[in-house]
């Protein structure tokens, strides 16, 4: 089955504790994305990756990392979290040609205390 | 500019068709219309999408104005398990990413 996976789901953490989201998709795309969404603000980007060893700043993109070293895996690092990283997360891929459509993962609930 | 503007929330009735709006005025020639939902504690599902002419598929169809200022999602039968936050979106930056703004929360009644 086609899909994107998010490890974890849910995480709880406490501030500067540095902690990684894993991404991975089993449907060869170049293109994968990390973004995040919070109330009232809707989905922001955080940083995309058009393929390997290459990745570019979304619109949110600080206090994250990311690195792209195999097709299929994107993580999100955040190495020392704060409060205000307490977010819903989402990865996404797409093939890297039109029409662009998106596929998403479950999400990851992040909780910074 | 890649927004687009929705209504913030429709209601309709279950097995009953739903004509979801979208404006996206500034779109280019070479711009394609996303339609994407997300239903409750999920991540966004892609719908549909299209470029010029009207579009079908399993899910729901795309009937965009002949200007491509405008377009509209119709769900042809909707059903409890439509009901979520619906996006039209125009991919930005050479289709380097989703704008998502606020999209249509859509209600379905039994």
């Known amino acids: 089955e086609a899909q994107v996976t998010q490890n974890p789901r849910y995480l709880i953490t406490v501030t500067g504790k540095k902690l990684t989201v894993t991404c991975s998709q089993n449907m060869n795309h170049e293109y994968m994305s990390w973004y995040r969404q919070d109330p009232g603000l809707g989905l922001r980007q955080i940083y995309y990756?058009?393929?390997?060893?290459?990745?570019d700043k979304g619109d949110v993109p600080e206090g994250y990392k990311v690195s792209r070293k195999e097709k299929r895996n994107f993580p999100l690092i955040l190495e020392s979290p704060s409060p205000n990283q307490t977010s819903l997360y989402f990865c996404?891929?797409?093939?890297?040609?039109?029409?662009?459509?998106?596929?998403f993962g479950p999400g990851t609930r992040l909780t910074v205390t | 500019d890649a927004k687009t503007t929705q209504p913030n929330s429709m209601e309709s009735n279950e097995e009953e068709p739903v004509h979801l709006p979208c404006n996206h005025s500034?779109?280019?020639?070479?711009?394609?219309i996303h339609w994407y939902r997300q239903l409750p504690s999920q991540g966004p599902e892609y719908v549909i999408h299209?470029?010029?002419s009207n579009v079908n598929n399993r899910m729901a169809s795309l009937a965009i104005a002949e200007d491509r200022k405008s377009s509209t999602l119709i769900l042809h039968r909707a059903t409890l398990r439509d009901a979520a936050v619906y996006y039209c979106i125009r991919p930005d930056g050479g289709a380097q990413k989703l704008v998502f703004g606020q999209g249509t929360r859509l209600t379905i009644n039994p």
């Open positions: 990756s058009m393929n390997v060893e290459v990745t």
């Open positions: 996404a891929s797409r093939r890297d040609r039109a029409p662009y459509e998106q596929y």
């Open positions: 500034t779109i280019s020639g070479t711009d394609y």
């Open positions: 299209g470029l010029t």
